[in-house]
């Protein structure tokens, strides 16, 4: 079966699962009361279900195992399979420690220290950084700052994807784009396996947009959005991040720059003000937008807009044919929408 099949196999299983999941776990979730109740923060009015990421994640493992049965990762060396069994056994304990969280609301110094376990048992069984491109200098091999680099991004990616997760959509959006990019970038480079999960991601987070744009009518919740930040960042790590080359290794921060600088502007926005950095309020990039009188549709589509955007850069510093052109459509994109979101600011 040729390589590429196994992608669009990957992508097609997840985004049916979920698309058919998705409504049996709404009804159960109703039925039991676990909703996302409006308060201050929240801009939904109704509760919603927020098990959302129940089905993603459903959908993801069951295309993995589809793939792995018809021999999609039979390529795999002893050691690329450890990496792949730690990007996946590592996303099913995000997705419990945020299932936990949507059920029984967990402390946030109990959410970090489960997670940085499970991001060191990530780097553990292969999923690590082992260089940095320093300017001038090319790449750098940061030898044992491995383990405390990989942990923070790992964990700093799972939660970033859940604070931008305060939108209808917006979490999966970005995910889905994210996960696209990579899928794209990872195949050029010539490493497969990271694409085939990317591929199940990318058809998870575009599945699960039917019932969660705006209006959604379910949410990720927690579970959804950790198991996609981690899973995107260890795609990150074992398919970009893992070659030897300088610009390979900043993509995966490119690919994600948008959830990546919304949380550290957020954090330090926090602490210069002497709070703390995991107070929740509303200093997001969602949350300026909406304050300045820009729906919540417009909101959503123009950081969807941002996003392609860093992600088409990627495609043009991975020197893909065309990735420029790519480049090009989408930075018109991203202006046509800057300007809609000017002008209904003006209107306001």
Known sequence: MPGELYHLIAFLVSLTVVLWITPVVKTIGLKNGYVDRPNERKIHKRPIVRLGGVSIFTGTLTAWMVVWWLGGFGFLSINKE??????????????????????????PTSRLIMQGLVATLAWWVGVRI?????????LVHIGWLSLPITVMWLVGMANAINW?????????GVSGIAAVVMLIVSLFMEQ????????ALAGGALGFLRYN?????????????YFM????????????????VVTAVLLPYLILAVPILDMSVVILSRISQGKSPFLADKRHL??????????QRLTVLFIYALTLWVGSLALGFSNIPSGWGYAIGATMLL??????VLQKKRKE
């Open 82 to 107: 450890w990496e792949v069994w730690g990007v996946t056994l590592g996303g099913l304990a995000f997705f419990l420690i945020g299932l936990a969280d949507d059920l029984f609301n967990l402390s």
């Open 286 to 295: 969602h949350h300026r937008l909406l304050k300045a009188g820009i729906s």
């Open 213 to 225: 744009f705006n209006p959604a009518q379910i949410f990720m919740g927690d579970g959804g959005a």
């Open 130 to 138: 082992e260089f940095l491109s320093i300017p001038f200098s090319g």
């Open 192 to 199: 497969p396996a990271a694409a085939l999960i990317a591929a």
């Open 335 to 340: 202006t046509y929408v800057g300007w809609q």
């Open 229 to 244: 930040g981690f899973t995107l960042a260890g795609v990150g790590v074992i398919g970009l991040v893992k070659t030897t």
């Open 164 to 172: 931008i997760d305060g939108l209808d959509g917006l979490a999966a």
